[in-house]
């Protein structure tokens, strides 16, 4: 009798875990982040000292191409360049975006995104720095 | 007893097994410089002895069209131009392989459809960068195509950078045929 009655909540309690996970949204899966969003940033930005955003623009364009991205939409006004990149069944989408830091910087932050996966990675995002680097001869420091 | 323990760790290890296997990591790496890239630049770049950005980005524009592209974005400042094409896939070669294929594992008793797994619709992309030379004499055009391939079921197959010297050369060949029009308003 007592088993029958334990095996009941027992039941009972799975059914209540079954409902409550249906209820769950999974809209906010596409807002989580596994990093902080200070870190993040910092991940994903380098500060350049020079003041041309259009060239800058133009050296993000050259070394997305260089990485075999192809550009989807580029902005000047923005300052913001994308594209993707195909290798075997996935695909790469990457934003890189450039805007003025004070007088004499200009700041550029990329992110990316694997499949359905935002790359939160710190070494790949140092890759795209130092092919950006070599395209530009300059040195990215990081953001303070 | 014993086997109530033994029991319970054999399932904290699946358990445990299964849970490391949820957080397969997204490759590494895809943002590295390819020893290759300087091989591949060399294909997608072509100089041109002009300055006049505008009239090579029309060429551009006007070679898009020739190949029935559409052209989805542009931003002129900077010379972008993207465009996209669906086109056929079908591969004779390939068709006539999945059906002899299917057709042997019909004559041996068992079932097979590779001819659904043939490719049957691609979309190409194409993005085209008009900009200044370094010493901004000359014009420089940098071409880069990729394509995504469906299948007969249309399902996605393959996803590529296109890497084909003659398709860059043949788009070349069309572009300084076109900046000649052109300059000739033909």
Same mark, same amino acid.
């Given at each position: 009798?007592?088993?029958?009655?334990?095996?009941?909540?027992?039941?009972?309690?799975?059914?209540?875990?079954?409902?409550?996970?249906?209820?769950?949204?999974?809209?906010? %899966?596409?807002?989580?982040?596994?990093?902080? &969003?200070?870190?993040?940033?910092?991940? &994903?930005?380098?500060?350049? $000292?020079?003041? $041309?955003? %259009?060239?800058?623009? &133009?050296?993000?364009?050259?070394?997305? &191409?260089?990485?075999?991205?192809?550009?989807?939409?580029?902005?000047?006004?923005?300052?913001?360049?994308?594209?993707?990149?195909?290798?075997?069944?996935?695909?790469?989408?990457?934003?890189?975006?450039?805007?003025?830091?004070?007088?004499?910087?200009?700041?550029?932050?990329?992110?990316?995104?694997?499949?359905?996966?935002?790359?939160?990675?710190?070494?790949?995002?140092?890759?795209?720095?130092?092919?950006?680097?070599?395209?530009?001869?300059?040195?990215?420091?990081?953001?303070? | 007893?014993?086997? @109530?323990?033994?029991?319970?760790?054999?399932?904290?290890?699946?358990?445990?097994?299964?849970?490391?296997?949820?957080?397969?990591?997204?490759?590494?790496?895809?943002?590295?410089?390819?020893?290759?890239?300087?091989?591949? !630049?060399?294909?997608?770049?072509?100089?041109?002895?002009?300055?006049?950005?505008?009239?090579?980005? *029309?060429?551009?524009?006007?070679?898009?069209?020739?190949?029935?592209?559409?052209? @989805?974005?542009?931003? *002129?400042?900077?010379?972008?131009?993207?465009?996209?094409?669906?086109?056929?896939?079908?591969?004779?070669?390939?068709?006539?392989?999945?059906?002899?294929?299917?057709?042997?594992?019909?004559?041996?008793?068992?079932?097979?459809?590779? *001819?659904?797994?043939?490719?049957?619709?691609?979309?190409? !992309?194409?993005?085209?960068?008009?900009?200044?030379?370094?010493?901004?004499?000359?014009?420089?055009?940098?071409?880069?195509?990729?394509?995504?391939?469906?299948?007969? @079921?249309?399902?996605?197959? !393959?996803?590529?950078?296109?890497?084909?010297?003659?398709?860059?050369? *043949?788009?070349?060949?069309?572009?300084?045929?076109?900046?000649?029009?052109?300059?000739?308003?033909?």
């Amino acid at each position: 009798m007592k088993n029958v009655r334990m095996l009941g909540n027992v039941f009972i309690v799975l059914c209540l875990i079954f409902v409550a996970s249906g209820c769950a949204t999974t809209a906010n %899966k596409a807002f989580e982040m596994n990093e902080s &969003q200070v870190k993040l940033r910092s991940i &994903q930005t380098r500060v350049f $000292d020079m003041t $041309d955003k %259009k060239k800058l623009m &133009q050296a993000v364009i050259s070394t997305m &191409q260089d990485l075999d991205f192809v550009l989807d939409d580029a902005d000047i006004l923005l300052g913001s360049v994308t594209g993707s990149k195909y290798i075997g069944y996935a695909v790469i989408t990457m934003t890189v975006t450039v805007r003025p830091r004070g007088e004499t910087q200009l700041l550029v932050r990329a992110n990316a995104q694997h499949g359905i996966v935002s790359v939160e990675d710190p070494g790949t995002y140092q890759d795209f720095f130092v092919a950006l680097e070599k395209s530009l001869f300059l040195t990215a420091h990081q953001v303070d | 007893m014993k086997s @109530n323990i033994n029991s319970f760790k054999l399932f904290f290890i699946v358990f445990l097994c299964l849970s490391l296997a949820g957080c397969a990591a997204t490759p590494k790496g895809f943002l590295k410089l390819h020893d290759d890239h300087l091989k591949h !630049k060399q294909l997608q770049i072509r100089q041109y002895d002009t300055k006049d950005e505008k009239q090579i980005m *029309t060429a551009v524009a006007g070679v898009l069209q020739d190949l029935g592209f559409t052209l @989805n974005k542009s931003e *002129t400042e900077l010379g972008l131009i993207s465009s996209s094409k669906q086109a056929d896939a079908k591969h004779a070669g390939q068709i006539t392989g999945a059906v002899m294929l299917d057709v042997l594992a019909g004559l041996c008793g068992s079932y097979s459809n590779a *001819t659904s797994q043939c490719d049957k619709t691609q979309m190409v !992309k194409a993005s085209i960068i008009v900009r200044p030379s370094h010493d901004e004499e000359r014009t420089v055009v940098r071409v880069t195509f990729q394509r995504i391939v469906w299948n007969m @079921n249309n399902q996605v197959s !393959k996803v590529e950078t296109i890497k084909e010297p003659e398709i860059y050369q *043949t788009f070349f060949d069309k572009l300084s045929k076109a900046i000649f029009l052109e300059a000739h308003q033909i």
